[in-house]
């Protein structure tokens, strides 16, 4: 069954601190993205990755890094970890192509606060 | 200014009634996309749907590319439909996946 795994599913950071949020896909998937989700904005896309190896920019990267030594696993570091970074982190996989399979799969998201 | 507005930002129905979610995007895209998100926070894909209409049970999504506009109408609501549903859209400049979401419509269903 495909699969979006996160890790941890709560987590409580100081500022400063560093911070890794972990996703591992079991579906073949070659795109991976990160997501944060905070009331009135939606989801917005921080980094994302077209394979092992590959990482890219998203909306809103300062802050954060992303490492996606795998097809399977793609982790989002926070270095420096801020207030303003409280919020709820979404990982998804998706394909390419087209049709109604384009849809992404997304894990069940990490909230982190951070004091 | 935000490129995906959706409205209502929230709505409260009756079980029975039907309710119609409308999603407007400000520049030009390759598809449009509709999650429902649970309570709890876990997303699920309800539509992929590039142009046209597409029905799934008492679900129907609506996009008419040259409006700029999707739209999401349920029928006959139940409590169990209760959650927000968020409208993406891919643009037509970026990767595959690369969504743009709206900040969602929260719909309360009771008995």
């Known amino acids: 069954e495909a699969a979006v795994t996160q890790s941890p599913r709560n987590k409580v950071a100081v500022t400063g601190g560093k911070v890794t949020l972990s996703c591992n896909q079991t579906n073949n998937h070659n795109n991976m993205y990160w997501y944060r989700q905070d009331t009135g904005h939606g989801l917005r896309l921080i980094h994302y990755s077209y394979g092992a190896g590959s990482t890219e920019k998203g909306d809103i990267p300062d802050g954060y890094k992303a490492s996606r030594p795998s097809q399977e696993n793609f982790s989002l570091i926070l270095e420096l970890a801020t207030p303003s970074q409280t919020s709820v982190y979404f990982c998804?996989?998706?394909?390419w192509g087209t049709g109604d399979n384009q849809a992404p799969l997304f894990g069940e998201g990490t909230r982190l606060s951070v004091l | 200014g935000q490129q995906v507005q959706q409205s209502p930002a929230s709505l409260v129905l009756q079980e029975g009634e039907n309710a119609e979610l409308q999603c407007n995007f400000s520049t030009s895209l390759n598809s449009m996309q509709w999650f429902y998100q649970r309570p709890e926070g876990s997303l699920v894909s309800l539509f992929y749907n590039p142009s046209g209409t597409k029905q799934s049970g008492r679900l129907t999504s609506t996009t008419v590319i040259k409006e700029r506009r999707s739209s999401l109408h349920i029928s006959s609501s139940q409590i169990t439909d209760s959650g927000t549903y968020l409208c993406?859209?891919?643009?037509?400049?970026?990767?595959?996946?690369?969504?743009?979401f709206g900040s969602g419509t929260r719909l309360q269903v009771y008995a």
């Open positions: 993406a859209m891919e643009q037509g400049t970026q990767v595959v996946g690369q969504l743009t």
């Open positions: 998804a996989s998706g394909v």
